[in-house]
């Protein structure tokens, strides 16, 4: 049973471009949620994908923004990069339901230069 | 909003000996109280976990403790062992669907 999965693993980019994260949840999962994790920090809520749709958000600029397909898969994409947004980026799956528990990937570390 | 505080930032213990750490939090509305280990280069994992209806939890060397009228829980580890070195992560929701207001972390050092 393949856990969430994450790609790239190592992503360089530098101020001003774009990047795209992509996330596949666990298997019977039907929730995605991201997070940012600074260097030795605890990870950030950026928001939460359900039913294709954003059903909660933290405290994170418009530049953020992502998107949940069909198959539950979702991806981050961020704009116009700040070195600021140099983090590993988490993505993490669950289960609607009232025993829902949080299960992460890996995550891609993103650096800016 | 939530905040979460963890302490201590560092912990260094001999193997064999006890680990404990220790998270308050602000939101008495908070319901779900779940512990990470992230160790280098991989995602948090999740360890144990415990809701607002109950005051404690043990599974095998990892136990959590809960005081809802103190705000603050607590993680210990027990025969410690040099593969329990990690850093470990408390987290808490006023919520369900998976939105977790982490602490800063603890580092967590055992030494043979």
């Known amino acids: 049973d393949a856990g969430v999965t994450q790609s790239p693993t190592h992503l360089i980019k530098t101020r001003g471009q774009q990047v795209t994260l992509r996330c596949s949840p666990k298997s019977g999962h039907d929730t995605v949620s991201w997070y940012q994790q600074a260097l030795g920090q605890g990870p950030q809520f950026i928001f939460q994908?359900?039913?294709?749709?954003?059903?909660q958000r933290g405290n994170f600029p418009d530049r953020f923004s992502g998107h949940q397909f069909p198959n539950y898969s979702s991806e981050l994409n961020v704009n116009a990069l700040l070195l600021g947004d140099s983090a590993l980026y988490l993505c993490a799956s669950s289960t609607t339901g009232l025993d829902e528990k949080l299960f992460f990937g890996s995550g891609t570390q993103l650096s800016v230069l | 909003g939530e905040n979460v505080e963890q302490h201590p930032s560092t912990l260094s213990v001999q193997e064999g000996d006890s680990a404990v750490i220790k998270c308050t939090y602000s939101d008495s509305a908070s319901n779900y109280f779940p512990w990470y280990k992230q160790e280098l280069g991989k995602g948090p994992q999740l360890i144990i976990d415990?809701?607002?209806?109950?005051g404690e939890k043990k599974d095998q060397r990892i136990a959590v403790t809960l005081n809802k009228t103190a705000k603050h829980f607590s993680l210990h580890i027990t025969e410690t062992q040099p593969e329990d070195s990690a850093v470990y992560f408390c987290?808490?929701?006023?919520?369900?669907?998976?939105?977790?207001?982490f602490g800063a972390g603890t580092q967590v050092v055992v030494t043979p």
């Open positions: 994908y359900y039913e294709e749709e954003e059903r």
């Open positions: 987290a808490a929701s006023t919520d369900s669907w998976g939105k977790l207001q």
């Open positions: 415990i809701r607002s209806n109950v």
